[in-house]
């Protein structure tokens, strides 16, 4: 028989819907992620979690994507569009500007910022929001959640959705492709890589593979733009976690 919702109260419910009961409890949580874990039910689910965690609105994304141009860092959303498109720019910066070290240790600790005075809201809800980054395999993603003005959401609460936010999105199928970020690096890319790992100079990695010392340079800024990284070091402390070297 297919699992279609967990009971609450006397009603089932189905993550689909625009509206949820309340008072839904972890047991609730958990069986209905067990029973979809098979399927791609990736946006019924971050819905689950947003209404056990008490907030309003979800924002699933990719930080390895998110410097790319475009909403493709988007795992599923439902936020106004208007509010993904002015937050993307935040996540993008915010991102930009933190070290490997600082990326690590913000791993499912729950931080809070503040959106533009200019970026409209719906309803009732407050402008400050939450993120939490979380990683499934060798990808960091950000969940990011709005919550009602008056609303105070529990650190212990926000660390258990994104360990189960890690189970829903990671259990599903992603697209051919995309799974992984290495795959986005070419052959060149990762040689170069692999060098400067192993403390090669430009110069020196030129040598080693017959090509000019400004190609080397060309495409060891093409591997830190895609890692998201500022410096090498930061890019071998990437490949070296991601296991690329």
Not at 23 to 37: D, H, K, P, Y
Not at 50 to 64: I, K, M, N, P, Q
Not at 186 to 198: D, Q
């Amino acid at each position: 028989m297919e699992y279609t919702g967990v009971e609450v109260a006397s009603e089932t419910y189905h993550p689909e819907a625009d509206t949820a009961p309340t008072a839904i409890t972890r047991e609730q949580v958990v069986r209905w992620l067990a029973g979809s874990a098979s399927a791609d039910k990736t946006p019924g689910a971050l819905r689950l979690l947003t209404e056990y965690v008490g907030a309003s609105h979800f924002l699933f994304a990719r930080c390895d994507l998110i410097q790319e141009q475009g909403l493709d860092f988007i795992v599923s959303s439902d936020f106004p569009f208007d509010v993904v498109r002015r937050i993307g720019v935040e996540l993008a910066s915010n991102y930009a500007r933190s070290t490997e070290l600082e990326k690590c240790l913000s791993l499912l600790t729950p931080t809070f910022a503040v959106l533009p005075e200019d970026v409209l809201l719906p309803g009732d809800v407050s402008r400050q929001y939450c993120s939490l980054a979380v990683c499934i395999g060798r990808t960091r993603y950000s969940l990011l959640l709005l919550f009602n003005e008056g609303i105070i959401l529990s650190q212990d609460r926000l660390r258990e959705v994104g360990l189960l936010a890690t189970y829903a999105v990671g259990s599903t199928a992603r697209p051919e492709g995309r799974a992984e970020r290495d795959f986005e690096l070419t052959e060149r890319e990762l040689e170069c890589l692999f060098w400067i790992a192993e403390g090669k100079t430009s110069d020196e990695i030129a040598m080693i593979l017959g090509i000019s010392r400004n190609t080397i340079n060309n495409y060891i800024t093409s591997v830190m733009r895609k890692t998201g990284t500022k410096t090498r070091s930061e890019a071998i402390a990437y490949a070296v976690r991601n296991n690329l070297v």
